[in-house]
């Protein structure tokens, strides 16, 4: 009775400062590009979406209708399904297992990262993950006796799940397959019942599909078969490396050991039948899961598709490290904890401008979190100076919604773009009517994000560009931690221009590299263009100041490469300055360049570490 009270106020003390620190960082990390889309499709809403189903949408919407429009408004919802999933993780382990599991595998529920985390972020997976956990304990329940309640509690799950995500499909196969595998499962799928509420969760999933047959399915063909290249990678055993990282190792070898206890002949614990059920659901999701990674996507976020099946571990995994060495049991409660606080941790740095700095040039730097209120101050500047009905015009959906979100107007037009079509939202966009050639007959303020695209197709975006639009003008820079994320402003006037394609600068530092030691005369080279009118200068900066003139005229290959480019002085476009060191303070500085385009453009290009020795 003692250690069980102990589990309670351990897990209680857990769920209140973990369910604090999420509402804490919810209402200061800014929306998450993806977030901010399905914000805009609750301002737009529908039965579905092209590319989900509608609840995602709906909580948004819920959410700012009843706290507000701000990012912890919009992020509410999810919070509370967040704070309700281990509640429910302590009472299916509970029901199964005991009191005191169940206390535990909610506290495990809470210090595991990855569910640790759950409900900080307005997405699609909070949902799904409560309907997983819903149908989980509605199958438990069922393989012991099928009545109205269990059944009323699988056909709520299947519903949820229907309006979450295309992958919880998924999830219905994964237990419709754990079932067959038992002969208790097998006798309750006999139960007329249970195929009522197979029913009602197909019905839930008509929105969905009468959308797609009323949009030449492009919702299924973008999450089936376009962002999957179906084909043999490698990469996917990079599952084996960070699942465990995730989840903290010893606490993933714990759920291992409980899936394969779970599945022996007759599992060592109490009702050994529902634990070879939860061993099962969490098996063979997770095995499936690291399987299709090496024929599906690579590129965007996956590592939170196991989550699921993760729970169904969860719950029988108390009685695994309660079978450990004492030793063993406390350091994997402790690396739990450690992987909790280092997740938090990032979210935090993420927070935090000035913390999300010192990540500028790390491949952590969580750019999709960065400067976006920095170019909403910019865009309301430059508006003010520019007629009134002015419009803005985003380069791609990532930059349409987040601004969209901060000046609260969900209809921003959209120029086509790769990254719209990559995560799916150019149907949707059609369908508002909010992509394509602005039909907007007056000056309008465009916006670019360079970083959304591939350094060596810059180039080629800049000309797509230029045939939408007509020439750019000189560009206003917004540039946020160093330039890591970075923004270009242009005035169009009304109507499309006629004329050679005129861009934005670009260049590349060769030498010194970033992270380079210096100590005295440091030589900077490297080449710049603008295509269209050419550069007059560039100027070496550290720390934001000028440090040096550089000569700028030399032969550079780089021509070679842009093949497209249109800048009058090629192959004449390389650039080299002498940098004394000796005049900075020892430390880390940053260096970067300011390049001077002959048609009266100054632009600032991002800048790279440079580390100052005696």
């Known amino acids: 009775m003692q250690v069980g009270q102990r589990a309670r106020n351990a897990f209680v003390v857990l769920w209140v400062v973990i369910t604090a620190l999420k509402a804490v960082v919810a209402a200061r990390l800014p929306l998450f590009v993806d977030e901010a889309f399905y914000w805009q499709e609750g301002r737009h809403l529908a039965a579905a979406y092209s590319d989900l189903p509608a609840l995602t949408a709906w909580m948004t919407r819920f959410g700012e209708e009843l706290a507000g429009h701000h990012a912890f408004g919009v992020r509410l919802p999810f919070l509370v399904m967040g704070a309700l999933l281990p509640w429910m993780v302590v009472r299916i382990s509970a029901r199964w297992f005991g009191a005191r599991f169940g206390w535990q595998a909610g506290s495990l529920t809470l210090l595991m990262p990855l569910s640790a985390t759950l409900g900080i972020l307005a997405v699609p997976d909070v949902p799904m993950a409560f309907a997983a956990v819903l149908c989980l304990d509605a199958g438990a329940r069922l393989l012991r006796n099928v009545d109205a ?30 079932l067959m595998l038992l002969p208790e499962g097998r006798r309750t799928l006999r139960d007329a019942r249970i195929w009522v509420a197979l029913t009602v969760g197909i019905v839930a999933w008509l929105p969905l599909l009468a959308w797609n047959l009323d949009n030449q399915d492009a919702g299924l063909k973008f999450q089936l078969v376009e962002r999957h290249p179906w084909a043999f990678q490698s990469s996917g055993l990079w599952f084996l490396a960070i699942q465990p990282l995730l989840v903290t190792p010893l606490l993933c070898i714990a759920m291992w050991q409980a899936c394969v206890a779970g599945i022996r002949p007759v599992p060592a614990g109490p009702h050994p039948v529902q634990w070879r059920y939860f061993a099962l659901v969490g098996g063979v999701s997770t095995l499936a899961i690291f399987l299709l990674g090496f024929f599906t996507d690579v590129e965007r976020i996956s590592f939170h598709w196991p989550l699921p099946g993760y729970f169904a571990l969860l719950v029988a995994v108390p009685l695994i490290l309660g079978r450990w060495p004492r030793l063993w049991r406390r350091l994997a409660w402790v690396l739990a904890l450690a992987g909790v606080v280092c997740a938090f941790g990032y979210y935090l740095v993420a927070a935090s401008p000035a913390l999300r700095e010192q990540l500028a040039g790390n491949k952590y730097y969580p750019r999709n979190f960065a400067g976006w209120q920095p170019l909403a101050d910019a865009v309301r500047e430059e508006l003010a100076g520019m007629p009134e009905g002015t419009r803005v015009v985003a380069g791609s959906f990532k930059v349409g919604a987040e601004l969209g979100f901060l000046r609260d107007d969900a209809s921003i037009h959209v120029l086509p773009h790769p990254l719209n079509d990559k995560h799916g939202r150019t149907a949707q966009l059609a369908l508002w009517k909010l992509i394509g050639e602005d039909p907007h007959p007056g000056q309008r303020l465009l916006v670019l994000a360079p970083g959304d695209q591939r350094y ?145 453009s100054v632009e600032e290009w991002w800048e790279q570490p440079l580390q100052v020795v005696r």
């Open 456 to 600: 060596r197709d810059l180039l080629a975006r800049y000309h797509q560009v230029c045939a939408l639009v007509g020439p750019l003008p000189p560009p206003r820079v917004v540039s946020t931690d160093h330039g890591y994320q970075r923004f270009l402003l242009f005035r169009l006037p009304a109507g499309k221009q006629q004329g050679a394609c005129v861009t934005p600068a670009m260049a590349w530092v060769d030498a010194p590299l970033p992270g380079a030691v210096a100590k005295n005369v440091l030589e900077v080279k490297g080449w710049a263009f603008k295509d269209g009118a050419g550069l007059s200068g560039v100027e070496v900066l550290v720390d934001g100041k000028v440090a040096a003139r550089a000569e700028y005229g030399q032969e550079s290959p780089v021509a070679g490469f842009w093949k497209i480019s249109t800048d009058p002085h090629h192959p004449h476009v390389g650039f080299r300055a002498e940098l004394d060191a000796r005049s900075l303070a020892p430390g880390r500085h940053w260096l970067g360049l300011r390049l001077h385009g002959a048609d009266g």
């Open 149 to 178: 309640g269990s059944a009323l509690m699988l056909a709520s799950g299947l519903v949820l799940g229907a309006l979450s995500h295309y992958r919880f499909i998924g999830v219905i196969g994964v237990g419709f397959i754990a």
